[in-house]
């Protein structure tokens, strides 16, 4: 498996409203994608473009989001995750389980509309990590 580029660092947030405000007005974001809706997951998202990478902002859409835990610990929210690309998901969820890393599940669709999954930060040094494999876009 080759580590592709880090797409992006995921923040979770109860608004991703004031987020934005805050990564417009306080960070000098210019470019801010629109927010929508990822039912299968649980969240609404929005990203925000930096020079190199992006930040996912994740808000909870319900009581059930598995967001809802992680912002009852951190009420004001934080950094969720982390997130590196791969040129093959299905080999590279391969490999973490042959080295004795738990995926989280099946390799599924992300915001990105690419195949992702993620690995238990027990296993990754204390780090949520996501999984993507690169988008078509960017190979």
Do not use: W
Not at 34 to 56: H, K, M
Not at 126 to 134: D, K, N, S, Y
Request: proline share 8%; aromatic share 6%; hydrophobic share 40%.
């Amino acid at each position: 498996m080759k580590l592709g580029r880090l797409n992006h660092v995921g923040v979770a947030t109860p608004s991703i409203e004031k987020s934005i405000t805050l990564y417009r007005d306080m960070l000098g974001a210019t470019k801010i994608h629109e927010p929508f809706d990822l039912p299968p997951q649980g969240v609404r998202v929005c990203f925000v473009d930096t020079a190199n990478s992006q930040i996912e902002l994740i808000e909870p859409l319900g009581a059930d989001s598995p967001i809802v835990k992680f912002l009852e610990k951190n009420p004001l929210g934080g950094q969720h995750h982390v997130c590196f690309e791969v040129p093959d998901i299905h080999a590279a969820k391969a490999e973490f389980e042959a080295n004795g890393a738990r995926a989280l599940g099946e390799p599924r669709s992300g915001a990105h509309g690419t195949l992702i999954f993620f690995v238990h930060p027990q296993d990754m040094g204390g780090v949520l990590t996501e999984i993507m494999e690169t988008p078509k876009a960017h190979t």
